[in-house]
């Protein structure tokens, strides 16, 4: 009897705890006093239940490897300089090279010294002495463009996974596809349109000198000056929506960029009540934000992310710190999703949407109601068969087969799980397997009574030879369940995820919780005789 109790206490003490988990996803709205002392997870809907977006996106690798070289060419400009090597131009040689014109062929052995001991990646494609000039081109190694390449879709996965986690869209679906691509499925999303600026900003946050000594009028005209380029800002009327652009002659020199920042968080300005973007950079860019405001007092620094001008306020003095602000006419959903691809990181590469689709919700609940149907029939039927066939034990049966659905509802909720529509399929397929499991035992407890044992000694008999060979079928089935669930992606985790569940469920319900109701009327009941 002591032994009956606590498992009995086992068992419900797993119905209540699967019950509190369960509750909030079957009710609407949870009371103020639950939420603190209670979990208040739902059951997540994957986004063919509960409709939402699927996009599929194209890194421009291609760029990446230009951005490369467009840094290298201003390192090497650094490095001759520190060297005192004089040289009249360093710059980027379509995707992959770079062009170097020295004055003087002679130099050319220290700037190879040089190349090999800090850039050796770049190698010597051509060199060529005319005009009394030595123009040499460097290009970089090939293995090394394809590994740039690679970087560069891994890292802008890791970036949009990084922006949508900070979104707040549950459960997304977010992996390559091929060599350049990135597949996504965000469920339940309200509000496509923002969910795509906010994935697709390349978020290159750069800050740059307004050039004050040039005519921004005449460079309009077709006179940019060398080393200057036309940045434009755009503002929205927040009354009549109408857009204004205003230029700027922006010095083309980066002094610092975004890859230096530690946090953006929206802020409030209580003069204007507005928000606005709050900057925190780390060590080395606040040491190089306090040099840059400190060389520069009264100059205009251009705050510009993505080509966009957002700012250009003056600096009036040494900011050291390693505090910044960005201001401008913003809403509070375009500052914080500012402050979200700013903390997030920049792509390293643009992307471009190939596919775009919008699962509505309507066909998600058609959806779940044919799922549900066919639960339901599949249930009803394998309840009415276990009664018709097995009687009183099959009756037995069908409380745990309602335990394990319990259980496994309790569990996606408990874990954060989704549920997709393969997800249904794997319960009901859980539906079958957990009976299944019981009509082992029956027919070896039947067996046990045709050789005119007692009820207590069949049950006992049954049970104790049926068990290893119940968790050896279903641990098999674990095991291909648990690789499914590791290298599957998409519907076949989804599946593989119920279904995992489901058995160990089921091997709860049907070896333990199904024997101590037959110990119950054994025991507390004195039932002389079995009804299998």
Known sequence: MKDMRWRAALVLAVLVVALVYLLPSLGKELPEWWVKFFPDKKINLGLDLQGGMHLILEVENDKAVENTVERLAQEIKGEL???????????????????????KEQDWQQVADLMKDKFPLLEVTDRTLAQDQLQVLFRIEESQVRHIKKLAVDQGLETIRNRIDQFGVSEPDIRTQGENRILIQLPGIKDPQRAIDLIGKTALLEFKLVDEQRS???ALKGRVPAGDKIYYSRKVDPVTGQVRRNAYLLKDRTLLTGEYL?????????????????????DRGGKLFEKITGENVKKRLAIVLDGNVYSAPVIQDRISGGNAVIEGQFTM??????????????????????????????LGRDSIRKGLISMAVGGVLVVVFMVIYYGGSGIIADLALILNIILIMAALAGFGATLTLPGIA?????????????????????????????PRAALDTGYSRATWTIVDANVTTLI?????????????KGFAVTLSLGIAASMFTAIFGTRLLFDYLLQKRRMKKLSI
Request: glycine share 10%; no cysteine.
């Open 81 to 103: 300089g520190t060297a005192h090597i004089r040289f009249r131009l360093v710059e980027r040689q379509g995707g992959d090279g770079v062009r170097l014109l020295l004055p």
């Open 480 to 492: 291909a369940a648990l690789v499914l669930l590791q290298f599957g992606t998409g519907p076949v």
């Open 262 to 282: 530690t946090n953006a968080e929206v802020r409030i300005d209580t003069q204007y009540n507005r928000p606005y973007v709050s900057l925190s950079f780390d």
């Open 426 to 454: 794997g319960i009901i397929l859980t539906i079958g397997m957990a009976v299944d499991a019981n009509v082992l035992i029956f027919e070896r407890v039947r067996e046990e009574l045709r050789l005119g044992k007692t």
């Open 216 to 218: 921004v009028e005449e």
């Open 333 to 362: 959903d375009e500052a914080k999703d500012l402050a979200v691809v700013l903390r997030a990181g920049s792509l390293p590469a643009p992307v471009q949407i190939l596919e775009e689709r919008t699962v509505g919700p309507s």
